[in-house]
């Protein structure tokens, strides 16, 4: 049966049509969303490989690092992964507002449970400046959707330059409308919001593998880079 794409955008433009929206999805729906669902299954699945691969690929362009990851979940899922993960040491994460809260929570459960952590300073954004303590790495949503705030990355990589510390990054709010990810070591995100697809799928970049030890199959980052739970179809 041949679709008729004229039927489906006056479709999606009815159901956007019935909330008023100024954000990017994943609240709205784009006809790509439609016209890209297909039945697939995870494993020995050509046509899923194959898009998968292509999408991948493209991710890994637009953030600029090496290596990815991709997991079932939210980004809030994809971020406790990254931080169990891959931080450690002394961890300065920036406070910028309720997403910075969230991160600031994952990792004090790291610190608690995992104990590659080993001290957490949370630091307004205002003061980061005068910060000088040894750290290891530096935690930051640098765009804050809670309060509307947008710093400059070039800010955080200038602190992590200057604290010799790595940088990761809840980049939920800014891939695929910010560019400089790849000043960041690694970074979580979804696939809403700036990348315009449905909910669904988490990712993580990065350049260098993760140290950490993580005992548990869903927080465990080989787990899903060896895809032994349900992907994101």
Known sequence: ??????????????QNSKKKLLTPGPASLLVENLLGIGPSFGRGDFNYDKVEAKVLNILKKISGHKKIIRLQGSASLAL????LNFLRGNVLVVRTG???DRIYEMCKFAKKKFKNIKKIKYVDWKKIDYYKEKTNWVLACYVETSVGLKLPIKKLYNLKKRLRAKLALDATASIGLEKNHNFAEVIGYSSC???FGLTGAGFISFNQNPKNKINSFNLDIENHKNKKMTGPY
């Open 80 to 83: 406790e992964v990254m931080i």
């Open 193 to 195: 919001k700036g990348l």
């Open 1 to 14: 049966m041949k679709l008729d794409k004229k039927n489906i955008i006056q479709f999606v433009k009815f």
């Open 98 to 100: 309720v997403y910075s």
